[in-house]
């Protein structure tokens, strides 16, 4: 619920951005001169690549947190006894060592959306957040 509520301030902080960003672009464009037009124009275009980027992103996230509820429903999820630090993550020797059998089970098992969601998580807890991400979105893929 945490991260939940930190990425929803985020994404308010962005819409705030947006709109001033927005109103700044609608003056430049009122200026009449070419310069400042095209400084609108641009700032147009990044407010709509930014909400595009804002909404893929949250939609993961709600995607992301649905299907681990799904999966954490049905037994318990990578990293759940695994010792932790003071601070709560996962050590990463014991996550390293953990990780092996989710790989071979995404291997056996390509077409699961849930033996992709715990090499996600696995990968995650290992602290590879790019790979995390690439078996999560294979694991949303596959669910659907």
């Known amino acids: 619920m945490r991260a939940f509520s930190g990425a929803l301030l985020m994404a308010l902080v962005l819409v705030l951005y947006l709109v001033i960003v927005v109103t700044r672009a609608v003056a430049f464009l009122q200026s009449g001169q070419a310069v400042g037009i095209a400084i609108g124009v641009a700032l147009l275009v990044l407010p709509l690549v930014g909400g595009y980027l804002l909404i893929r992103e949250l939609l993961f996230g709600l ?3 649905r299907l681990t509820r799904r999966l954490a429903e049905e037994g318990p999820l990578p990293g759940d006894g695994l010792p932790r630090r003071a601070s709560g993550r996962v050590e990463r020797a014991a ?4 990780f092996p059998p989710y790989a071979e089970e995404a291997e056996a098992r390509p077409d699961d959306w849930r033996a992709w969601l715990r090499l996600g998580l696995a990968y995650d807890i290992a602290g ?4 995390a991400r690439a078996a999560v979105r294979r694991a949303i893929t596959l669910s659907r």
């Not at 996550?95 to 953990?98: I, R």
């Not at 590879?128 to 790979?131: G, I, N, S, T």
């Open 128 to 131: 590879d957040r790019r790979r």
């Open 63 to 65: 995607q992301a947190t």
């Open 95 to 98: 996550a390293d060592a953990a």
